[in-house]
């Protein structure tokens, strides 16, 4: 065990910590609902062990239901839902247990860091890092489709439907300064707009390609870590090659190397104020499936193997 560090900040006890894995069932955000079926995919191949097995010691804290009976009220069910995960994420934070998500669609996200800012509340506010390879930034006014998972950055931004960026006391989740986005090669017009009049700091993918991924995730953890109580990455795993990783609902060409990537992220998780990660939208019934959840696992070995 490592000796207490006399830098650590308030509330962090340092020390080795037990990775808390939280399952997310969201499906009814995005067009593929078998989404919802990725975390007790995941524990049912042996997560646990398979990961205890690369020196990470993890337990699972719940997987989270979504009502399938929502009808009409999708944002009421994703929103009743992001208050559990809230729950459970900010639970997590209080007691310096290491988190990670396990979605489902993107909608998750809404519940996962609105319940670290709670946690969070008091010392200072939230940084993310978000990881896609679109924006998540519309709002129900200009989303084409509807759909929640192509709103939550919008919702923990503060925009969009009440019922999604009221999640927890803290409100909204973030703020725009301490938000970069890494790895965006798809998206429309509002959303890119509704970023630019906030101040969110894109980094597309030909940003990515021209100066390396370790040089943007520098770039962007100065903007999660700076002035912010602790930090998070949310991974959207669409934001990888879809050559390496298949079993995505939304894949578009091009894209972030696995293997770059978890350099990246054992960077991040080296700054003791590293809260935890999310990774969504595998989906378990498309094909590479085995493969995609060998990638989850191996991204949370690199974010997780130096904090134990
Ligand atoms: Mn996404």
């Known amino acids: 065990m490592d000796m207490p560090s006399p830098c650590a900040p308030s509330g962090v006890r340092p020390g080795a910590r037990t990775l808390s894995l939280i399952g997310a069932a969201t499906g009814i955000g ?3 609902s078998a989404t919802s079926e990725a975390p007790a995919y995941l524990r049912d191949r042996g997560i646990i062990g398979r990961l205890g097995a690369q020196g990470v010691e993890a337990r699972w804290s719940e997987i989270i239901a979504v009502s399938d009976e929502a009808g009409a009220d999708v944002a009421g069910a994703i929103s009743r839902a992001g208050r559990s995960l809230a729950y459970s994420v900010s639970d997590a934070v209080r007691n310096n247990s290491s988190f990670t998500v396990l979605g489902g669609d993107h909608s998750c996200a809404i519940g996962t860091w609105s319940g670290a800012a709670n946690a969070l509340r008091g010392d200072g506010p939230l940084g993310l890092i978000w990881v896609d ?6 709002t129900p ?8 998972h192509g709103m939550p950055l919008a919702c ?5 439907d009440s019922a999604l960026t009221s999640i927890a006391h803290a409100t909204p ?7 970069a986005i890494v790895g965006v090669r798809s998206y429309e017009a509002e959303e890119a707009e509704l970023l630019r009049r ?3 700091r894109v980094f597309f993918m030909g940003e990515v390609e021209k100066r390396g ?3 943007v995730m520098d770039d962007a953890s100065h903007i999660a870590f700076n002035g912010t109580a602790g930090a998070g990455v949310s991974i959207d795993l669409d934001a990888l090659d879809p050559e390496e990783v298949s079993a995505v609902g939304s894949p578009e060409a091009g894209g972030l190397a696995v293997s770059d990537l978890r350099a990246a992220l054992t960077r991040f998780a080296e700054n003791p ?4 990660c999310e990774i969504v939208e595998f989906n378990p019934t498309l094909s590479g499936a085995v493969k995609t959840a060998d990638i989850i696992e191996e991204l949370l070995v690199s974010f997780q193997g130096r904090r134990a």
């Open 141 to 148: 006014e200009t989303s084409p489709s509807g759909r929640i």
């Open 198 to 200: 906030l101040g969110v």
């Open 213 to 215: 991924l370790a040089a």
């Open 156 to 160: 923990l931004l503060g925009h969009g």
């Open 173 to 179: 989740a973030l703020q725009p300064q301490h938000v």
């Open 30 to 32: 995005c067009a593929l």
């Open 273 to 276: 104020r590293a809260i935890g």
């Open 133 to 138: 390879a679109h924006m998540d930034s519309h």
